[in-house]
């Protein structure tokens, strides 16, 4: 009878030391909290996609950071905004593509808090 042989792994093990974490302001905001921020920021916005200045629904939009994290942004409200989905993945697709922030998302600017009353969702 012949000897067995082994299966090669397919799988490659990672070298985890070269991920760093991340900790404290720079993790992405998740859970309960993210909630309750997007709300906020989706109020402060009018409803409107911050690039196009489409009417989008509170579940129909993108909570994101206006700079990404990973380009030194922070979680602060001011760098966050309301994008409708398809900006938002426009957004991304040239940020991977170019390795830096957003040319065309820093040509438009974060609505400013508002204070024209009650807005109800």
Same mark, same amino acid.
């Given at each position: 009878?012949? $000897?067995?042989?082994? =299966?090669?792994?397919?799988?490659?093990?990672i070298?985890?030391? #070269?991920?760093?974490p &991340?900790?404290?302001?720079?993790?992405?905001?998740? @859970?309960? /909290? #993210?909630? %309750? =921020? $997007?709300?906020?920021?989706?109020?402060?916005?009018? @409803?409107? *996609?911050?690039? *196009? #200045?489409?009417?989008?629904?509170?579940?129909?939009?993108?909570?994101?950071? #206006? &700079?990404?994290?990973?380009? %030194? @942004?922070?979680?602060?409200?001011?760098? =966050?905004?309301?994008? *409708?989905?398809? *900006?938002?993945?426009? $957004?991304?697709a040239?940020? /991977?593509?170019? @390795?830096?922030?957003?040319?065309?998302?820093?040509?438009?600017? &974060?609505? $400013?808090?508002?204070?024209? %009353?009650? &807005?109800?969702?």
């Open positions: 009878m012949s $000897k067995l042989k082994t =299966l090669q792994p397919r799988l490659k093990a070298d985890t030391r #070269r991920i760093k &991340v900790y404290g302001e720079h993790r992405r905001v998740s @859970g309960s /909290a #993210r909630v %309750g =921020l $997007k709300r906020r920021i989706y109020v402060r916005d009018s @409803g409107h *996609c911050c690039m *196009c #200045r489409r009417v989008v629904d509170l579940y129909d939009s993108e909570l994101d950071h #206006r &700079v990404a994290l990973q380009f %030194g @942004g922070d979680n602060e409200e001011s760098n =966050l905004w309301t994008l *409708c989905i398809d *900006c938002h993945s426009k $957004k991304s040239r940020e /991977a593509s170019t @390795g830096q922030p957003d040319a065309e998302a820093l040509k438009h600017s &974060v609505p $400013k808090e508002s204070n024209d %009353g009650p &807005v109800i969702i």
